[in-house]
């Protein structure tokens, strides 16, 4: 059986990629920078390597694995998609949902790059290509201790998609025939608005959560002094806008690659009911 390397293993997504695959019986190595202090499923193998530092991946590349590999917010290294290629035959890349390029068409986020780099390889690929993680609500959790998000366009309708159903999808893109060069574009199952996804998290939480809208210019002013990337608020403040006029896409891509629906939005409040505690 070939080993499968986990690049991210303590990622929200790679964390599930790495006990699913160590349950179903995979040798699986799992890529961390500080092997000392990582905590990994009994039977995994963790193994030192840092994206930045490319040829510190040679070790955990040794031996003819498979690669899931995500990509964290450091500028890209095209040596490491040229390592991987050297060492291994297949990779599943964890995108966003991204348009596809023409190959002389300049990358608008990182995610195009990586995954030219990786189409022009000769690796066998698949690109998980995930909506919002529903994970990100967790950005609400000290407003929902106090009963109340406030937060700007509560009526755009999201796709948010549980990190494990992406998971799941990425397990099958390594571990089944039949998925390479296909482009999965994984969201959640349901169109909720951000005012129901309050309401849904007060609802399993118990803690009765009020929606309050703010207003776009507060919560420019608001988030870009907490995120510190005026260019990244004003995305997301533009696809909210567009989500309140055209909802985000839900596919049936987790139907499709697993044969069964995706989780709800619910699950995954139920999943994590202690993290808004
Ligand atoms: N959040 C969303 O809504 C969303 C939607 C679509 C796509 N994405 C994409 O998903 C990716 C993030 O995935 P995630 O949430 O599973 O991961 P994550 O939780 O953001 O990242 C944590 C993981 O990254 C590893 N890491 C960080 N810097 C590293 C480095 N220099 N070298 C090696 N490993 C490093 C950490 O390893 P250590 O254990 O060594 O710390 C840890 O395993 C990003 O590319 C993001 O753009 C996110």
Do not use: C
């Amino acid at each position: 059986m070939t080993k499968i390397l986990v690049i991210g293993a303590n990622g929200s997504v790679g964390r599930h990629v790495v006990a699913s695959l160590a349950e179903r019986g995979h040798d699986v190595r799992a890529l961390v920078r500080d092997v000392s202090t990582a905590v990994v499923p009994a039977g995994v193998e963790a193994v030192q390597g840092d994206l930045a530092a490319p040829e510190s991946l040679e070790h955990a590349l040794d031996g003819g694995v498979s690669v899931y590999l995500m990509w964290p917010g450091i500028p890209v290294q095209p040596r490491v998609v040229e390592l991987i290629a050297k060492h291994a035959k297949q990779v599943v890349y964890l995108s966003a949902d991204v348009a596809d390029l023409a190959d002389d068409e300049p990358p608008v986020i990182f995610h195009q790059e990586i995954e030219r780099l990786i189409r022009t390889s000769g690796l066998r690929w698949t690109f998980v290509r995930a909506i919002d993680f529903a994970g990100n609500v967790l950005g609400w959790a000290d407003q929902v201790r106090q009963g109340v998000v406030r937060w700007p366009y509560g009526g755009a309708r999201r796709s948010l998609v549980h990190e494990r159903d992406i998971a799941d999808v990425a397990v099958a893109a390594l571990t089944e025939q039949g998925h390479d060069g296909a482009k999965y574009v994984v969201t959640g199952p349901e169109s909720l608005s951000h005012a129901e996804l309050a309401r849904i998290i007060g609802e399993e939480t118990g803690t009765g959560v009020r929606w309050e809208e703010l207003a776009p210019e507060t919560a420019r002013a608001e988030l870009t002094a907490a995120w510190g990337n005026a260019a990244f608020v004003e995305s997301r403040l533009r696809a909210w806008e567009s989500f309140t006029r055209e909802p985000e896409r839900v596919t049936d891509a987790v139907h499709q690659v697993l044969d069964r629906p995706a989780r709800s939005f619910r699950s995954w409040v139920r999943d994590h009911v202690e993290d808004f505690r």
